[in-house]
């Protein structure tokens, strides 16, 4: 798909490239970090979901199966057309899945829910993914338990279908031209959308070439987006602080119609 952020494009496709630099090791946010800084501890220990509380009829019970998944982030709407949607999220005690943020208010595609997605249609993709295993932003870390690389000038997210590196975050050495085209998205000129940002799972294994890349959680930009999710960037940093990828987070996206089927 189309990238997320604002009207910014790039011309091309890049090589290879894996995160070297990104670390894994807790530590303090820097206040001058690097480019890749190492994750650190979020403050999610202020969230207690309650002994007490008992599974109800809410979305997240409606949902078939969530696998090994104890945190869960449902983003739901009323049609499938809509561009306004809300999320919540949801953390497993025990037996049941309690609330622990939310509902807030969120966008999605321009043209709303699909559960045909494909490269440039505007919609966002219906389905259960996973949470990718690195964060990204333009700010320096926020708090947050994964990997976290801090964006450079270089760093693209290939959104061209007839690229072998096609749905993949890629770095180019600044201003050379990559070798992908297409609505291929340079990341760290998208500094509204991408103060930070997370990676939803869609479309990786296997990657199917043309049926969309480039699908984030991300900041508010002032309207619907190209298929992403954005949220208010305070509502958007305590979603990522919280998220923990020794909880397999499962990212569960559509119209409130269709959650009996995920």
């Given at each position: 798909m189309a990238a997320c952020g604002s009207v910014t494009r790039g011309t091309?496709?890049?090589?290879?490239?894996?995160?070297p630099s990104v670390t894994?090791?807790?530590?303090?946010?820097?206040?001058?970090?690097?480019s890749v800084v190492s994750s650190t501890v979020a403050r999610s220990a202020h969230v207690h979901p309650t002994a007490s509380?008992?599974?109800?009829?809410?979305?997240?019970?409606?949902?078939?199966?969530?696998?090994?998944a104890t945190q869960l982030v449902v983003v739901d709407a009323t049609t499938y057309t809509t561009t306004y949607a809300q999320l919540t999220v949801w953390q497993r005690h025990g037996s049941c899945w309690v609330a622990v943020f939310g509902p807030w208010s969120?966008?999605?595609?321009?043209?709303?829910f699909s559960d045909h997605h494909v490269e440039g249609d505007g919609t966002t993709p219906t389905g259960?993914?996973?949470i990718g295993p690195v964060m990204y932003g333009n700010a320096p870390n926020p708090g947050v338990q994964y990997p976290y690389h801090q964006l450079v000038c270089g760093d693209w997210?290939?959104?061209d279908p007839s690229s072998p590196e096609y749905n993949t975050f890629q770095h180019v050495p600044c201003g050379e031209t990559p070798p992908f085209g297409r609505d291929s998205e340079a990341l760290w000129q998208e500094t509204a959308a991408y103060p930070s940002f997370a990676v939803v799972d869609y479309n990786t294994s296997p990657m199917v070439p043309g049926a969309g890349s480039g699908i984030f959680i991300h900041a508010d930009a002032g309207g619907p987006t190209t298929g992403c999710v954005s949220l208010p960037l305070d509502e958007l940093d305590e979603l990522l602080r919280w998220l923990n990828p020794a909880a397999a987070p499962l990212v569960v996206m559509g119209p409130d119609s269709e959650f009996t089927k995920f």
């Amino acid at each position: 798909m189309a990238a997320c952020g604002s009207v910014t494009r790039g011309t091309t496709a890049t090589p290879k490239t894996n995160h070297p630099s990104v670390t894994t090791a807790l530590a303090p946010v820097p206040a001058a970090p690097p480019s890749v800084v190492s994750s650190t501890v979020a403050r999610s220990a202020h969230v207690h979901p309650t002994a007490s509380a008992a599974c109800g009829s809410n979305v997240a019970e409606r949902l078939v199966s969530t696998g090994q998944a104890t945190q869960l982030v449902v983003v739901d709407a009323t049609t499938y057309t809509t561009t306004y949607a809300q999320l919540t999220v949801w953390q497993r005690h025990g037996s049941c899945w309690v609330a622990v943020f939310g509902p807030w208010s969120a966008r999605i595609g321009a043209a709303g829910f699909s559960d045909h997605h494909v490269e440039g249609d505007g919609t966002t993709p219906t389905g259960d993914y996973h949470i990718g295993p690195v964060m990204y932003g333009n700010a320096p870390n926020p708090g947050v338990q994964y990997p976290y690389h801090q964006l450079v000038c270089g760093d693209w997210w290939d959104e061209d279908p007839s690229s072998p590196e096609y749905n993949t975050f890629q770095h180019v050495p600044c201003g050379e031209t990559p070798p992908f085209g297409r609505d291929s998205e340079a990341l760290w000129q998208e500094t509204a959308a991408y103060p930070s940002f997370a990676v939803v799972d869609y479309n990786t294994s296997p990657m199917v070439p043309g049926a969309g890349s480039g699908i984030f959680i991300h900041a508010d930009a002032g309207g619907p987006t190209t298929g992403c999710v954005s949220l208010p960037l305070d509502e958007l940093d305590e979603l990522l602080r919280w998220l923990n990828p020794a909880a397999a987070p499962l990212v569960v996206m559509g119209p409130d119609s269709e959650f009996t089927k995920f």
